[in-house]
């Protein structure tokens, strides 16, 4: 017979470590995953690689035997290393992430049916998982309205042949204000593995640098938190003004063993060796388009730049124009990649990319990043596209059935009502097919969000009226411009060139 637990109860996985009688501290990670059953849902935090707690994931790894997890990340790892052991070994039935990134397993498993995805845009998924631990059903936000997410028509899981098996659930949509929101529900987990820096006796806890990530949030909703952490101290040795996760959180804390703090993606500054050939047409091409770029950027401004060409328009700054620049896992004063040799796991941008701070620099956990930017307090965002439709719609996340990264922060990011979106990106696609096209036949990023269109070609600013050509590059000509364009334009009374 089975016997309900009253409100007052706690099931026995967590009884069993009850700071009301015992130490939070354990002697190893495989003492504090060992009674993990089959069919829990893990929230895990950590960004990439940076800041994943590396001994609890796997220690669990250890236990084949647990299976049919449900896990919340904003990504899994790569193929050896963080949550790709545990898909490797199919201990994963269902991921709630952000980013497939470079995992080919994930992808792999995805798209042959063997694993559910639920694909979920980065600041959506902070925000659900900060609403679950704070108490909060719902909520409403414009990020995903006029996409698949919204539609529920997001594939979750493939059969064998290739068909969609489960779709996602359409989302409420309500409009505030003249604008459309949908409604997302919160997430909570049954235990959270979390990764921090230092922390004391009571599970107060200390993150460093980007590695705070994710940690902080998914710490607060789960109803068993375990915590591993490079240095325990005694209570009462953390300065309280510096605790960055109260220990009421926290209910199992260990320290790590070993630390790999791999980098997924090693980058410094120059060293005098070219990783490309600069005189390639291609890379000309992007110079072109960066440089341009580059020229929209007004002294003052919050920027948040995107992987590639983006990032790329940092190098062609304008001098007595100074910027700060926002990487999404939690940064607000980005600054250049390091010297070789000095190198900071913790310390990484949205791209995975090693960096280094400006003077006058923040951290912070990733719910506070996207406060940021769905709060409109980012001036401008710069961002690489796949499609842009002559209404400023954005295609740049997927391609069905081939192409599967995960919407990341874009959809957040284009959803801010008072931020700037300029796309960057080649005129037409390898194979010379118009990427500015009448609608995007790939999934959208965003509904009339694209302010400047910056080609190789020229630049187009979008207004409700569509398209208007007011720069050529130089040496090209509107009538180029128009073979290689896949919808009509206006033409503005005056035509600049760059």
């Not at 909570?188 to 705070?212: C, H, M, P, Q, Y």
């Not at 406060?371 to 391609?399: E, P, Y």
């Not at 302010?451 to 569509?466: A, H, M, P, R, S």
Request: hydrophobic share 35%; glycine share 10%; net charge neutral.
């Amino acid at each position: 017979m089975l016997r309900l637990l009253t409100r007052t109860q706690k099931p026995l996985w967590l009884r069993a470590y009850s700071t009301n009688n015992f130490s939070k501290v354990l002697k190893s990670a495989d003492e504090a995953v060992k009674d993990i059953p089959s069919n829990s849902k893990l929230l895990v935090g950590g960004f990439g690689l940076c800041g994943i707690p590396e001994n609890l994931i796997a220690a669990l790894n250890k236990n084949t035997h647990v299976k049919g997890l449900t896990v919340v990340s904003n990504n899994a790892g790569v193929t050896n290393f963080g949550l790709g052991l545990l898909l490797q070994t199919r201990q994963v039935k269902r991921m709630i992430a952000s980013y497939v990134g470079e995992n080919k397993e994930f992808e792999k498993q995805y798209l042959n049916g063997d694993l559910e995805v639920e694909l979920t845009p980065q600041g959506s998924l902070a925000e659900r998982v900060r609403a679950g631990g704070s108490g909060i059903p719902a909520f409403y936000t414009p990020t995903a309205y006029g996409t698949l997410i919204q539609e529920g028509k997001l594939p979750i899981k493939y059969d064998k042949n290739g068909k969609v098996e489960i779709y996602s659930k359409p989302r409420e949509v309500r409009e505030f204000n003249g604008q459309k929101y949908i409604m997302e529900e919160g997430i909570t987990g049954d235990f959270a593995f979390v990764k921090a820096w230092k922390g004391d006796e009571e599970g107060n806890l200390i993150f460093r640098g980007s590695a705070r990530n994710f940690n902080p949030v998914m710490a607060k909703a789960a109803k068993c938190t375990i915590a591993e952490v490079e240095e325990i101290v005694p209570v009462g040795t953390l300065d309280p003004d510096q605790i960055h996760l109260p220990g009421v959180y926290v209910h199992r804390l260990i320290k790590g063993e070993h630390y790999e703090k791999r980098i997924e993606k090693l980058t410094v500054s120059s060293d005098g060796k070219e990783s490309e050939n600069t005189d390639s047409p291609a890379a000309k091409r992007r110079e072109k388009i960066v440089r341009r770029a580059a020229k929209e950027f007004k002294d003052g401004d919050y920027v948040n730049l995107g992987i590639g060409m983006p990032m790329a328009a940092s190098n062609y700054v304008e001098e007595g124009v100074n910027l700060k620049l926002q990487s999404e896992n939690g940064i607000l004063g980005l600054g250049p990649y390091p010297q070789r040799g000095q190198e900071d796991p913790d310390m990484i941008n949205a791209g995975k990319e090693t960096v280094t701070l400006t003077t006058g620099a923040s951290t912070f956990a990733s719910d506070e990043s996207f406060s940021l930017i769905r709060g409109s307090h980012i001036d401008l965002t710069i961002l690489g596209a796949l499609q842009v439709s002559r209404k400023g719609d954005l295609a740049n996340w997927m391609v069905p059935r081939k192409m599967v990264k995960g919407p990341g922060g874009a959809m957040d990011l284009v959803a801010a009502k008072n931020t700037k979106v300029i796309v960057t990106m080649e005129h037409v696609d390898k194979n010379g097919n118009a990427k500015i096209v009448d609608d995007c036949d790939l999934p959208l990023t965003g509904v009339g969000c694209v302010d400047t269109i910056i080609t190789d070609l020229c630049v187009f600013q979008v207004n409700k009226e569509g398209l208007i050509l007011t720069e050529l590059a130089n040496g090209v000509t509107v009538d180029e411009v128009k073979q290689k364009t896949g919808c009509d334009f206006k033409i503005a009374p005056t035509l600049d060139t760059f």
